[in-house]
């Protein structure tokens, strides 16, 4: 019946509420969600189905948290299987991919309390003397927060000397769950909801976009009422959020006059498609 009462109100365009979030991920048939998320899909995007060439990097695995869930870090350089790239292996990885190249980076890493900042902004500005044109979608915002805390700045001053290195956007990582139990139970030492949320509103007033995942929502603890709660965060930043010069050339959300104005292909689409 919940199921109806929703298809219904999707069907008359109408803003499903924090309640109809719970009631489907409560509801259990679902190939019946996934029906109507298609549904949905389809009217703003009619037959198109964009994707991304993407290279992934994790520059450093030490991280100086503890989040109960994550298998990756490594809590200091030396240890077992802890990690860190030189500058020039990383721009080396792009190096090889020359002849058919990625659209966008993607750089995710721990925490790493000894590398200088520099180290970030050289990473950044030699990906883009490589290749101009490619995307570079780097640090999440518990990076940004940790390099704000650790190095001595404020959020805009780091995503500013990031940005002018060459960042176009955030990914999403580092969310999880926000609800303050539930983030102090699996994720206690990196930025709180309410900082991580404050990044992506400074990044957003400078023109850097962003994305907000979760890695968090199947292995750890967290309630249907607190995984619903970031979903809600993300529609509300969304609907303040304007599209930017720096989204898919083709995306048929974007006013015309954007979209022609651009050349990239659909493939490098998911920057900032607010699907
Ligand atoms: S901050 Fe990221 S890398 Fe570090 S422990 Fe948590 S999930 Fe792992």
Redesign the pocket.
């Known amino acids: 019946m919940t199921l109806e009462r929703i298809a219904e109100k999707l069907e008359k365009g109408e803003r499903l509420t924090f309640d109809d979030g719970v009631a489907l991920f409560r509801e259990r048939d679902v190939l019946a969600v996934g029906l109507l998320a298609n549904r949905v899909r389809e009217k703003l995007h009619g037959d198109a189905t964009y994707f991304n060439r993407n290279m992934r990097l994790e520059v450093t695995?030490v991280?100086?948290?503890?989040?109960l869930?994550?298998s990756?870090?490594k809590l200091e350089e030396g240890a077992p299987g802890a990690h860190t790239m030189k500058l020039e292996d990383a721009w080396r990885e792009l190096e090889a991919r020359l002849d058919d190249p990625p659209a966008e980076i993607h750089v995710?890493?721990?925490?790493h309390p000894g590398l200088p900042f520099s180290y970030y902004e050289e990473l950044l500005a030699g990906f883009k003397r490589i290749l101009p044109t490619i995307h570079l979608k780097c640090f999440?915002a518990?990076e940004i927060h940790f390099f704000a805390e650790h190095y001595g700045m404020t959020y805009a001053d780091v995503l500013g000397r990031l940005q002018r290195a060459g960042l176009d956007s955030l990914p999403g990582?580092?969310a999880e769950i926000f609800h303050p139990e539930v983030r102090t139970r699996i994720?206690h030492d990196?930025a709180t909801a309410e900082q991580y949320l404050d990044v992506h509103r400074t990044a957003h007033k400078m023109g850097i976009t962003s994305r907000r995942s979760s890695?968090a929502w199947i292995t750890c603890c967290g309630s249907v009422i607190s995984r619903t709660k970031p979903m809600a965060y993300r529609r509300s930043f969304r609907s303040r959020s304007i599209p930017t010069a720096t989204g898919c050339a083709t995306c048929p959300r974007l006013p015309p006059s954007t979209r022609s104005a651009r050349s990239r292909s659909r493939a490098s689409c998911s920057t900032t498609c607010r699907t």
């Open positions: 695995n991280c100086v948290a503890s989040c869930f994550c990756f870090a995710v890493n721990g925490l999440t518990v990582g580092g994720a990196k890695i």
